[in-house]
């Protein structure tokens, strides 16, 4: 394996983003939070014409940030391609990005967020849970830094219950099949005091859209 085919570093993913590299036609513009996903699904489907960009996945706790840095990174790119496509849902946007995107003529993934993509977005949608607390993969790596030290847990623990206590279960959306994994997203459920569940969904409808921006007619999502 050479360094390039090193799968990202969360860090990295989570605090700077990834630049594109690659001489694709079409360009995947995503959350830090999907860069792995992407990139299997890249190697697996042999999309060699698929480059990838992320923004920090960071921005998911400021998503008042995420339309304008959209709209930057498709004006720093957008040239340079044949077809750009943005890998985000709503993601607290209220509609903004959506809107952006319309405006832009950029397709993106339906759905609120990408726990409702990976599982389904109409099936998500009936289950109504409302006291299920959501994790993927990328987020159980990167528990610490997206949940337990913005929520200042760290430092004050006793904050748990306020936070969380209106919450019955921590589910575990796994996109791969690993019991390193899993121990760990039942230790998150552990430490939230929360019930777990895990719950496997594989790539969901982030495969279908990929899918469908890889090939040489353009979809409406």
Same mark, same amino acid.
């Given at each position: 394996?050479?360094?390039?085919? !090193?799968?990202? &570093?969360?860090?990295? !993913? ?6 594109p ?5 079409? @360009? ?5 939070? @999907? ?10 489907? #042999?999309?060699? %014409? ?6 920090p ?13 959209v709209? $930057?990174?498709?004006?720093? %790119? ?13 993601? #607290? ?10 405006? @832009?003529?950029?397709e ?5 967020? &990408?726990?409702?993509?990976?599982? #389904?977005?109409?099936?998500?949608? $009936?289950h109504n ?5 959501? @994790?993927?993969?990328?987020l ?17 623990p ?7 206590? %209106?919450?019955?279960k921590?589910v575990?959306?796994?996109?791969? $099949? ?7 997203a ?5 430490? !939230?005091?929360l019930?777990f ?6 790539? #969901?409808?982030?495969? $279908? ?6 090939s ?6």
């Amino acid at each position: 394996m050479t360094p390039t085919d !090193l799968p990202p &570093c969360d860090t990295q !993913l989570t605090r700077t983003g990834l630049a594109p590299a690659g001489t694709g036609r079409v @360009l995947i513009i995503a959350c830090g939070a @999907l860069a792995r996903e992407i990139l299997d699904l890249k190697r697996l489907n #042999g999309w060699d %014409h698929l480059d990838l960009t992320c923004l920090p996945a960071i921005l998911h706790n400021h998503p008042e940030r995420i339309t304008g840095a959209v709209r $930057d990174a498709v004006a720093r %790119h957008r040239d340079d391609y044949d077809r750009v496509c943005v890998a985000y849902a709503d993601c #607290g946007t209220g509609g903004q990005l959506q809107a952006a995107c319309a405006e @832009l003529g950029i397709e993106m993934v339906r759905g609120p967020h &990408c726990y409702a993509f990976f599982e #389904g977005v109409d099936r998500f949608a $009936d289950h109504n849970e409302v006291t299920a607390f959501y @994790l993927t993969d990328f987020l159980v790596r990167q528990f610490d830094a997206f949940v337990w030290k913005p929520l200042g847990l760290d430092r004050h623990p006793d904050l748990r219950d306020m936070y969380f206590g %209106h919450y019955t279960k921590l589910v575990y959306q796994a996109q791969t $099949d690993d019991p390193a994994l899993t121990e760990a997203a039942r230790a998150c459920a552990d430490r !939230l005091g929360l019930a777990f569940e895990r719950r496997w969904t594989g790539y #969901g409808e982030l495969a $279908d859209f990929l899918r469908q921006a890889t090939s040489d007619t353009p979809h409406s999502f």
